[in-house]
């Protein structure tokens, strides 16, 4: 299984992006009960948790709740990140992860400017 991240870009303070992460190579019904969640890398910093789901279920990091919202699509084996009213401090790499495949995406870059 691979996953592909993309969405990321330049926007200004109080933007919006949405990111999407991509799943090849992945079973259906595998997939579909797989834990996938996005974290991020700001520079200097270490990756950090941001948000994940299963099943249905959700989880967020503090600093993103009522901001972000992650979401599934398993038909299309994606995942998406919804992300509101950004912040300087958002600036950062996010990564998808599956935590069943254990495999990271690639990464896509996120700048906010004020």
């Known amino acids: 299984v691979q996953l592909q991240a993309s969405g990321g870009g330049s926007v200004q303070v109080g933007g919006s992006l949405r990111l999407s992460c991509a799943a090849s190579?992945?079973?259906?019904?595998?997939?579909?009960?797989?834990?996938m969640g996005w974290y991020r890398q700001a520079p200097g910093k270490e990756r950090e948790f941001v948000a994940d789901?299963?099943?249905?279920?959700?989880n967020y990091a503090d600093f993103v709740k009522g901001r972000f919202t992650i979401s599934r699509d398993n038909v299309k084996r994606r995942v998406y990140l919804q992300m509101n009213d950004l912040k300087p401090e958002d600036t950062a790499v996010y990564y998808c992860?599956?935590?069943?495949?254990?495999?990271w995406g690639q990464g896509t870059q996120v700048t906010v400017s004020s």
């Open positions: 992860r599956s935590a069943g495949y254990n495999v």
């Open positions: 190579g992945a079973i259906l019904s595998v997939f579909s009960l797989n834990s």
């Open positions: 789901i299963e099943s249905g279920a959700t």
